[in-house]
Nanobody, 126 residues
Framework: QVRLVESGGGLVQPGGSLRLSCVAS????????IGWFRQAPGTEREGVSC????????YYADSVKGRFTISRDNGKNTVYLQLNSLKPEDTATYYC???????????????????WGQGTQVTVSS
């Protein structure tokens, strides 16, 4: 069955880095675009980034642009999100999800995604 498993979260100090992984099983990863979302307690789920099926197109929320980098290794059925220069406001549970494709006008809409992982917690604190 389709499954996505996130990992790599943890506790880091402001300015630190983490690399999140999203490992897919039950489907061919390169058939799907992959988005990363995050959700802090009491807030709506926020689109963070999306990468197209073969990887040439990427999208980022303004709040993370220049600090986060999304990439994929289809041979490993894995999508990564490199988080650099982390800020306390980045604290959230991070989720990956599948979509047929991501485009500039709607990549950030959670309702457009089909399958979701269970999330990995990122905490940025001194």
């Amino acid at each position: 069955q389709v499954r996505l498993v996130e990992s790599g979260g943890g506790l880091v100090q402001p300015g630190g880095s983490l690399r999140l992984s999203c490992v897919a099983s039950g489907f061919t990863l390169d058939d799907y675009a992959i988005g990363w979302f995050r959700q802090a307690p009491g807030t709506e789920r926020e689109g963070v980034s999306c990468i197209s099926r073969s990887g040439p197109f990427t999208y980022y929320a303004d709040s993370v642009k220049g600090r986060f980098t999304i990439s994929r290794d289809n041979g490993k059925n894995t999508v990564y999100l490199q988080l650099n220069s982390l800020k306390p406001e980045d604290t959230a549970t991070y989720y990956c999800a599948t979509k047929i494709s991501c485009g500039s006008t709607n990549w950030y809409s959670a309702r457009q995604y089909n399958y979701w992982g269970q999330g990995t917690q990122v905490t940025v604190s001194s």
